[in-house]
Nanobody, 125 residues
Framework: QERLVASGGGLVQAGGSLRLSCATS????????RAWFRQAPGKEREFVAA????????NYAESVKGRFTISRDNAKNTAYLQMNSLKPEDTAVYYC??????????????????WGQGTQVTVSS
């Protein structure tokens, strides 16, 4: 079964940057919509960003607009999340996800069939 593998998390000071990667182990998910969600301690998991297969549709949560950039390299079966100007409130476990279609309600978890294991991002003040 194909898997999503997230990496790139770590500890960074406020104002710093990190780039997360989400690779697939095969090609079955390479044509899927890719998204990032995050879950902070004691909170529900929330949508961060999504990108369609060809990159023509991209959406962000309001809280990360202008600071985060989602992208993908289909030749490498990998999606990325470039996070700049990080804030302590960005601290969370970040999950990558894949869904067959780019839905109008792209922010809903149930649109995504496959999930990675999560990578911890910690932003110190």
């Amino acid at each position: 079964q194909e898997r999503l593998v997230a990496s790139g998390g770590g500890l960074v000071q406020a104002g710093g940057s990190l780039r997360l990667s989400c690779a697939t182990s095969g090609r079955a998910l390479s044509a899927y919509t890719r998204a990032w969600f995050r879950q902070a301690p004691g909170k529900e998991r929330e949508f961060v960003a999504a990108v369609s297969w060809r990159g023509g549709r991209i959406n962000y949560a309001e809280s990360v607009k202008g600071r985060f950039t989602i992208s993908r390299d289909n030749a490498k079966n990998t999606a990325y999340l470039q996070m700049n100007s990080l804030k302590p409130e960005d601290t969370a476990v970040y999950y990558c996800a894949a869904g067959q279609y780019y839905s109008n309600d792209y922010y809903r978890e149930d649109n995504y069939s496959d999930w990675g294991q999560g990578t911890q991002v910690t932003v110190s003040s």
